[in-house]
């Protein structure tokens, strides 16, 4: 298990957010803004050796061009600071990945280019991975549970514990649910997963479990990089994604750390991540 760092930029500034509080004409809901600059996070973790985290940017290009171009001089400049060691999310496209990775990234992160109109287009995936290879490429598939009908929200009856891909800062559900068999589909088409927990994402009150299982069941069969991120709020959190992945599940911690105002101390966390034996 590692522990992977993250970098999220909204409006130009360093941020922890309430993930899914990302909507057209509302205020976002900030767990913490920092008045350090994306650069010297970056570089806290390069010193420190944490490699393979991500930077996102989390504005919309199209709602607020001013905003991203704003989170996109920062991401820059974090990616400068830390050469080879972050991957890059928000708004990438074929016609623009290779800026990032040309400016540091060792990865770029897509969910909305490829999961189009509601579903996976295929065509697109292919489009990606001609631009940036798949080894450059991570697949984002951020989920929210799908409703039930039985539980009142409008939703279909079977569906109670499946999990969606949403897209659009994790507003639109997509019919892509988070299987074994789906994301076996994938893996040829890209070097890792990062699946955010849209429902807890920020909250800090715990790890969706039933999520967690899945994936640690694929890591388990499948062998291949998977991070999980959403509701780490105390150590215990760790070792249960420790025990239902067999160790095997990366984990990022956003809003919980010392470092974006929580309670928990980064370099205990790594310590505790890498301790786990895989079994």
Known sequence: MRLRPCIDIHGGCVKQIVGGSIKEGQAVQENFVSDRD???????YRDKGLSGGHIILLDSAAADPEAYEADRRQALSA????PGGMQIGGGI???NAAQYLDAGASHVIV?????????????????MKAAVGARHLVLDLSCRKLPDASDGSGGREGQKGRYAVVTDRWQKFTGWIITHQNLHSLCSHCDEFLIHAADVEGKRGGIQEELVGILGGFCRAAGFPVTYAGGVHESADLSRIASLSGGRLDVTVGSALTLFGGDLDLDALVRQAGSVKES
């Open 38 to 44: 994306a650069a010297w996070y970056a570089s806290l």
């Open 79 to 82: 990616l400068a600071a830390y």
């Open 93 to 95: 496209t074929p016609e």
């Open 111 to 127: 969910t909305s280019y490829v999961f189009h109109g509601g579903s996976l287009d295929e065509e697109r995936l292919e489009k």
